[in-house]
């Protein structure tokens, strides 16, 4: 995961409560993305960004916001968090907005909420 | 929605063998194809990308892909105890983002 830091990488939660989960890439790559991965669902898509302040939704936006405003960090929040929103959540980057090259994703952050 | 689909497995081979695994995808318009492979408590890291039709070997592996049939394929070679993982397909879509299949887990037995 070099290239690719995601802070924390473990955190328990209780409902109600607002988090944020930070990505920070010293790749300079243009592209960020905010997945969650749970059995049964694979990898859905929450958020991306294609720039400084430039950010669009995926297909699993709701209860989530984000915020970009490095080029270096990518900062997922869950506004008040719930039970259906435990996770793992994975930050990926790309070079280049037609993926030639696929996304390299950082270790993930296990996120409980309790 | 556009969908990725993946036999969720376990696929289990013998080592030395050869592991096939398999993705169908929905999207005709999809012109990338990616295969990532995930150990358990790990994050996805890519193994190979095909973009036309035919075959592309890197290795023990060879990525398939057959746009007519919408259907792309990774074989794995002389399988050993570490290619034990999850393995994810993943195609672009009209926006140009990566939608993943579900992972199909394969078990290689020593």
């Known amino acids: 995961d070099a290239g690719i830091t995601q802070s924390p990488r473990h955190k328990v939660t209780e409902t109600g409560t607002p988090v944020t989960l930070r990505c920070h890439q010293t790749e300079n790559h243009r592209y960020m993305y905010w997945y969650r991965q749970d059995p049964g669902h694979g990898l859905r898509l929450i958020h991306y960004s294609y720039g400084v302040k430039d950010t669009d939704k995926g297909e699993v936006s709701d209860g989530y916001s984000v915020s970009r405003s490095k080029t270096e960090d990518f900062l997922l929040t869950l506004e008040s968090a719930t039970s259906s929103q435990t996770s793992v959540y994975f930050c990926?980057?790309?070079?280049?907005?037609?993926?030639?090259?696929?996304?390299?994703f950082g270790s993930g952050t296990r996120l409980t909420v309790v | 929605q556009k969908e990725v689909e993946q036999n969720s497995g376990p696929l289990s081979v013998p080592e030395g063998a050869i592991a096939s695994l398999n993705c169908t995808y929905s999207d005709r318009g999809s012109q990338s194809f990616f295969w990532y492979r995930q150990y358990s408590g790990k994050s996805p890291e890519l193994i190979m990308f095909i973009y036309s039709n035919g075959d592309k070997e890197d290795g023990r592996f060879t990525a398939q892909l057959n746009k007519a049939s919408q259907y792309v394929s990774l074989l794995i070679r002389d399988s050993q105890p570490s290619d034990s993982a999850t393995y994810l397909c993943?195609?672009?879509?009209?926006?140009?983002?990566?939608?993943f299949g579900g992972g199909t887990r394969l078990m290689v037995k020593p």
């Open positions: 990926a980057i790309s070079e280049t907005e037609g993926n030639n090259y696929g996304y390299t």
């Open positions: 993943a195609v672009n879509n009209a926006g140009n983002m990566l939608t």
